[in-house]
């Protein structure tokens, strides 16, 4: 049971590139998160969606975008990479009711922007 | 917007129980605690959440008073794997129709370091 899986683990990327994180869970989860983690900080919230087809913006969204083509499937987008982004990246997902219903993490995509 | 504060850092000794307490003064009527446990290079992983009173499951309990503005999570008996952070969590996406995603930051969390 693979449940939150992130693709890549790992990248390393000029400033002005771009790149797509993906994350695919198997739960059958209608949401879906995604959050970045900096040394020393917690986890701030990106985007979001509540279900195929939607997309929100979290805490800290300037600078990604995301789409939910798929229920399974959340991709965070950076289309111009800047060092700032360098982080962590969680993605997260979790049936309805995201008070109540505890988030499902991946392992995280560590990215850094030269 | 119901933020947390919680204790930086904690020490402990293996055997020992410990009690992690989290501040959340503008907590919402719906909104229920949830914590959970972050090892390095991993993604955080759900422990126990409540809503009130006391709530008990095979790795920890949570307490949470009446007036439901703070709440501690106690891990009874620790070992060294239990050292990791310890994040509190209080809030909830309201409605996709521009209800926001209100309280979903995990703040600085609490590093828990157990020793021999």
């Known amino acids: 049971n693979a449940g939150v899986t992130q693709t890549p683990k790992f990248r390393v990327l000029k400033t002005g590139q771009s790149m797509t994180l993906l994350c695919a869970q198997d739960?059958?989860?209608?949401?879906m998160y995604w959050y970045r983690q900096d040394p020393g900080m917690g986890l701030r919230l990106i985007h979001y969606?509540?279900?195929?087809?939607?997309?929100a913006k979290g805490e800290v969204p300037d600078g990604y975008n995301v789409s939910r083509l798929k229920k399974q499937n959340f991709l965070l987008g950076l289309e111009s990479a800047a060092p700032s982004q360098t982080s962590v990246y969680f993605c997260?997902?979790?049936?309805?009711?995201?008070?109540?219903?505890?988030?499902?993490f991946g392992d995280g995509t560590r990215l850094s922007i030269l | 917007l119901a933020k947390t504060t919680q204790p930086i850092s904690m020490d402990s000794y293996e055997g020992q129980e410990v009690n992690i307490t989290c501040s959340h003064n503008?907590?919402?009527?719906?909104?229920?605690i949830t914590w959970y446990q972050q090892f390095p290079s991993q993604g955080p992983r759900f422990i126990i959440q409540?809503?009130?009173t006391k709530v008990t499951n095979e790795v920890a309990s949570l307490f949470i008073p009446a007036d439901r503005k703070s709440s501690t999570l106690s891990l009874p008996r620790v070992s060294l794997s239990d050292t990791a952070v310890y994040y509190c969590?209080?809030?909830?996406?309201?409605?996709?129709?521009?209800?926001?995603?209100?309280?979903?930051?995990f703040g600085k969390g609490t590093h828990l370091i157990i020793q021999p």
């Open positions: 969606s509540v279900g195929e087809g939607t997309t």
């Open positions: 409540g809503y009130k």
């Open positions: 969590l209080v809030g909830d996406i309201r409605s996709y129709s521009g209800g926001g995603a209100d309280g979903l930051t």
């Open positions: 997260a997902s979790s049936q309805p009711g995201t008070g109540k219903q505890p988030q499902h």
């Open positions: 739960m059958n989860h209608e949401y």
């Open positions: 503008n907590i919402a009527t719906n909104d229920y």
